[in-house]
């Protein structure tokens, strides 16, 4: 069953800090794999989107990366700040089945406190 | 940038009434979609539809029913809302594909 699993699930770091979160998935092939930032009681935001082929995407202080041959992508975040504090979410889109078959993670929790 | 409008941000109802959830986007996209979201668990797809009147049933529609009029407008019903209904729920739509895939704020729904 094609999957995407998140690490950790919840996460604290202090203002400033860097952190990196976890994203393996067995969906594949894929089309595209994308993160996302939901605030609470929020909506999903569009951070990131990679091709297969890609292997690095940056928004600011967000850089995802992605590894096809260990089926692995990690977002790292630079110089955390108290509005990172969201929940993050990783999503794969899987090249056939349409777009109705978005696989979606289930999230890392990150706080980021002063 | 597309906009995807949710009626309500927080709704309670009691067990038995029926419920609509409405979403409306600004941007002509075909494609609309509900899910729901629940703590540990990813998104869950409820239904989406393709164009006007088209719905199809995604990975969990039971107890679910779906309308879809006009283009900009589609609507998620809970027949009769039960406590497990209770959830976070989600719109988005697409222009095509996953392309310029983009979601509402949600509606937090409390079935009491």
């Known amino acids: 069953k094609n999957q995407v699993e998140q690490s950790p699930q919840s996460l604290i770091i202090l203002e400033g800090k860097n952190c990196t979160l976890q994203?393996?998935?067995?969906?594949?092939?894929?089309?595209?794999l994308r993160w996302y930032k939901q605030d609470t009681g929020r909506g999903p935001v569009s951070l990131t989107i990679?091709?297969?082929?890609?292997n690095t995407k940056s928004n600011g202080r967000y850089t995802a990366t992605l590894d096809a041959d260990t089926k692995q992508s990690s977002l790292h975040i630079t110089a955390s700040q108290l509005s990172d504090s969201a929940s993050y979410i990783c999503?794969?889109?899987?090249?056939?089945?349409?777009?109705?078959?978005?696989?979606f993670g289930a999230g890392t929790r990150l706080a980021v406190h002063p | 940038d597309v906009k995807v409008t949710q009626s309500s941000r927080y709704l309670v109802k009691r067990t038995g009434e029926k419920v609509f959830l409405e979403c409306v986007q600004d941007?002509?996209?075909?494609?609309m979609f509900w899910y729901r979201q629940d703590p540990g668990l990813g998104l869950r797809l409820i239904y989406f539809?393709?164009?006007?009147?088209?719905?199809e049933k995604g990975d969990i529609p039971e107890g679910y029913s779906v309308s879809r009029e006009k283009k900009e407008r589609f609507s998620l019903i809970l027949e009769s809302a039960s406590t497990n209904q209770t959830s976070m729920y989600l719109c988005?739509?697409?222009?095509?594909?996953?392309?310029?895939?983009?979601f509402g704020s949600g509606t937090r729904l409390t079935v009491v």
């Open positions: 988005a739509s697409s222009l095509g594909g996953a392309k310029g895939y983009t």
């Open positions: 994203c393996n998935y067995t969906v594949s092939p894929f089309s595209n």
């Open positions: 990679m091709t297969f082929s890609e």
């Open positions: 999503v794969v889109i899987p090249l056939s089945g349409g777009y109705n078959k978005l696989i």
């Open positions: 941007m002509d996209h075909e494609n």
């Open positions: 539809s393709y164009d006007v009147k088209m719905k």
